[in-house]
């Protein structure tokens, strides 16, 4: 889907210049949101040193550096440039790239920049109104700054493994870089607030994000209940301390990993709307006196749990889901991936927009979780590693034909 010059003067951020030094997950995914939305994001890439999700699955055919579907989602609709950033030369580039930029982003581990000459006060004093964003593991001070890590090692220092899995096993951890899909939205939300600023004052600033803190307003509660309370919470599997039944529950089906149905009765309306799902068949034990109040279910959750699933383990989850909402409980499938894309109300709102791409074809790419009426995002795809390299040194820095030709042969552009 090729975006216009019409579509690209309709969306909320066209005339917005960034210079994307960003990679992996947390960064990448923060200037899709600016990309998408109409700004001009150039992504600094080097072939010596090729980002993560370039190379990561899935592949449509073979692997390779441009037949990544996972890049191209979170790089849709930027500009790929390559510049070996080893090289002096590359690094005055690099700088002449600032001066065009309004915003400069990277998430590099701290110190990265600054030893290229592109922290902060090198930026100001290319460009005094100079937005930077940096979002790094935890922060750019502090004890802690430089730890390595990657969006699984810091799931176990916010403590989201401490909360996932069951009480009597070890922690779990997500199959996700949760933290990576968290920091994104801070960021993208302070930037737009740097903008607002710039345009005020004429003032930039840097933008310091730490992917840590930004994870750690997703457990709110537990801090809350410590700090309050002095208790420090466990894992409890899928159950609630509140509710019960509230859980996953297995179903009819031929799937490897199982059918599963999620269920939650949050109050004593919705259980009499349970029993009323389940009929004849759960006549005995849904009338037992354990299970009559909340505080009751809540002190059998086993024992009710087990008689739950004695239930739902004849229906398909399609079926125990279509009983339980006719009475107004809360229920839903555990959808897979195959389910989500078939999805009828996400197909609905779009969530999924198909985008040809000139490797692996048309395929699905992830809409932001916002929809704004008047200034639509619009797609393009992922760029091959290099593809604009051309249009944006010649066009976007007016680099001289013979300039950019010596560059090129002296290695500059790998």
Known sequence: MEQTQREAQRQA???????????????????????????TVVKVESNLRLDGPRVAPPFRGKPGRNNSAYYTDINTSKYSITLNMTRPEGI?????????????????????????????????????????????????????????????????????NHFTGWPDREPLGLAIPYTDVISPWFAATALLAALEHRDRTGEGQWIDVSQ??????MLAPAFIDYAANGRIQQRVGNRSP????????????????????????????????????????????TRDERFETTLGRVR???????????WTVDLTPDEAVERLQAERVPSSVVATARELHADPQLAHIGQFVQVDHPRIGPHAHTHPAFWLSETPAAFRPGALIGEHNELVYKTFIDMPDDEYARLAEDGVFQ
């Open 212 to 217: 840590f803190e930004t994870a750690v307003h």
């Open 300 to 310: 059998h959750a086993g024992d009710l749990d087990a008689l739950v699933e004695q």
């Open 242 to 285: 509140y509710w019960s039944p509230h859980g996953v529950y297995r179903c009819k089906g031929d799937s490897p990993q199982g059918d599963w149905v999620a269920i939650a009765v949050t109050s004593d309306e919705e259980w009499e709307g349970f029993r009323r799902a389940i009929g004849a068949s759960g006549e005995g034990w």
């Open 13 to 39: 951020l066209a005339g917005v210049k960034v210079l994307d030094f960003s990679w992996a997950v947390a960064g990448p995914m923060t200037t899709k949101t600016l990309a998408v939305h109409g700004a």
């Open 92 to 160: 005055d580039v690099a700088k002449r790239l600032v001066a065009w930029a309004d915003i400069v982003a990277e998430n590099f581990s701290p110190g990265v920049m600054g030893r290229w000459g592109l922290a902060y006060p090198d930026l100001k004093r290319i460009k005094p109104d100079i937005i930077m964003i940096s979002s790094s593991m935890q922060g750019a001070a502090g004890p802690n700054a430089t730890h390595p890590g990657l969006g699984q090692t810091l799931g176990a220092l916010v403590g989201i």
